[in-house]
């Protein structure tokens, strides 16, 4: 199947900092990519829909602000977590779908990113 | 709106034997249904799913799923387990309008030897 990058895998920052993820499809173009956030043992929460050449779509209750998402071109998405504060640790997943022509495109992951504040 | 729900936190099957995870949902017109597998401190990965056409759906690694409209439900299912099978399952659903994809809470599989 398709290929998800994600980098870093593994992120530790001190508290007040930003932390960036990269999200890129590798061997697909991706006009649509998804974030979510992961706590342990619980299920993904869909963050944002981030739309190539576009602003992103935020879920209710995420702040635009706080989660910075750039999707620059076909086959990356960035999302930035500023002024990173402990209670934002958790693992982020990103993922992107594959149209294959307009199909129905099952959506590929990333192996996600584990952020630790400090 | 839509939603999935997996009524089982955990799921313990010795290994060999067959299993189930159970999955129902709920969305306005067709649905289209996933079933993903995550093991730990890892991304997911795709098993299989239904858009429309039969009803059993087989998938990776020995994996199935049965579609039941009149259920509202989408069960995954194995013949036989492997060890290698306990990780955490999630089932999805996705309109067909191609919006956004929903999980259900995830199952926990454990498999003994």
């Known amino acids: 199947g398709a290929v998800v990058s994600q980098h870093p895998s593994w992120v530790i920052c001190k508290s007040g900092t930003s932390v960036k993820i990269e999200c890129r499809s590798l061997d697909f173009q991706a006009t649509t990519m998804f974030w979510y956030r992961q706590f342990p043992k619980q299920s993904l929460m869909l963050m944002a829909t981030?739309?190539?050449?576009?602003?992103?779509?935020?879920e209710q209750g995420v702040e635009k602000d706080k989660f910075l998402i750039n999707h620059a071109s076909l086959t990356l998405s960035t999302l930035t977590v500023t002024s990173a504060h402990p209670e934002d640790s958790s693992f982020y997943i990103c993922?992107?779908?594959?149209?294959?022509?307009?199909?129905?495109?099952?959506?590929?992951f990333g192996e996600g990113s584990r952020l630790t504040v400090l | 709106a839509q939603s999935v729900a997996q009524p089982e936190d955990q799921v313990n099957v010795a290994e060999g034997n067959p299993l189930t995870v159970k999955c129902t949902y709920s969305v306005s017109g067709n649905p289209y249904l996933f079933w993903y597998v995550q093991y730990p401190n890892r991304g997911l990965q795709f098993l299989l799913k239904?858009?429309?056409?039969?009803?059993l759906v087989k998938g990776s690694y020995g994996f199935e799923a049965e579609f039941n409209k009149s259920q509202t439900s989408f069960h995954l299912k194995k013949p036989s387990a492997l060890v290698s099978d306990s990780a955490l399952y999630f089932c999805a659903v996705r309109d067909s309008q191609g919006g956004k994809l929903i999980f259900g809470q995830g199952t926990e599989l454990s498999v003994k030897p």
């Open positions: 239904y858009i429309t056409g039969d009803n």
């Open positions: 981030s739309n190539e050449g576009s602003k992103a779509t935020y």
């Open positions: 993922s992107a779908r594959d149209w294959q022509g307009g199909g129905s495109g099952e959506l590929f």
